[in-house]
């Protein structure tokens, strides 16, 4: 069973600090690693999408990527309240043309 | 949303009946999916499709059918609605598979009592 697993939260970081989102899975052999948004009621949007181990940012977002430990991560950086949300991580294994979303997590930033 | 909408956004039925959800998109994506969230687990896949009459089931497809007759439209039914089938629904495309990323519908709510 292929699994993606995320900490359900809530995290609660203030404003303007640093928030940091981990995702583990279980396949060595998956490919592509995703980092959707998800405000209550509203449906995911796409943040970031890695490949290759390492480093990627985009804006005031970053994600990581550590296939050896199998880990994805991303950090928030000067967080704001409208930064709230649930954050989705998912995962494209290298076997299937299907992604596996992990259950999230709720993100609070309090001002 | 990407081009992509879903009918109906609401809906409540009941126990036994058959249910039809669609997805249109205006993106031409060859691949469209079909997700339902719940509390606690996330999305997960019901079917998809990677191209016209050609789909595959996903890891939750027990009591749910599609079809796909054109590239834009892709039907989701519930064949006989059980209240443990009450879930948001989410349609996704993406154009290569999962070498492009997903984008997602607005969803649609469905209650079945």
């Known amino acids: 069973q292929k699994e993606v697993e995320q900490n359900s939260g809530p995290l609660s970081v203030p404003e303007g600090a640093i928030a940091s989102l981990n995702c583990t899975y279980s396949d060595r052999g998956s490919q592509s690693f995703f980092w959707y948004r998800q405000y209550s009621g509203k449906s995911p949007e796409l943040i970031m999408f890695i490949y290759s181990n390492g480093d990627k940012e985009d804006g005031r977002f970053t994600a990581q990527l550590n296939k050896a430990s199998q880990y994805v991560s991303l950090l928030i950086r000067d967080s704001q309240p409208s930064d709230s949300a649930t954050y989705l991580c998912a995962v494209r294994y290298s076997s299937a043309s299907k992604i596996i979303f992990g259950s999230g997590t709720r993100l609070s930033i309090r001002p | 949303d990407a081009g992509i909408t879903q009918s109906p956004r609401h809906k409540v039925t009941e126990t036994g009946t058959p249910v039809t959800l669609r997805c249109h998109q205006t993106?031409?994506?060859?691949?469209m999916y079909w997700y339902r969230q719940d509390p606690g687990h996330g999305l997960r896949l019901i079917h998809y499709?990677?191209?016209?009459?050609?789909?595959d089931k996903g890891e939750v497809s027990d009591g749910y059918s599609v079809s796909r007759s054109k590239t834009e439209d892709f039907l989701l039914t519930l064949e006989s609605a059980t209240s443990s089938q009450t879930s948001v629904y989410f349609c996704?495309?993406?154009?290569?598979?999962?070498?492009?990323?997903?984008?997602f519908g607005p969803g649609t709510r469905l209650l079945v009592l």
């Open positions: 996704a495309i993406s154009e290569r598979g999962n070498q492009e990323t997903q984008y």
């Open positions: 499709s990677y191209g016209v009459k050609d789909t």
């Open positions: 993106e031409n994506h060859r691949y």
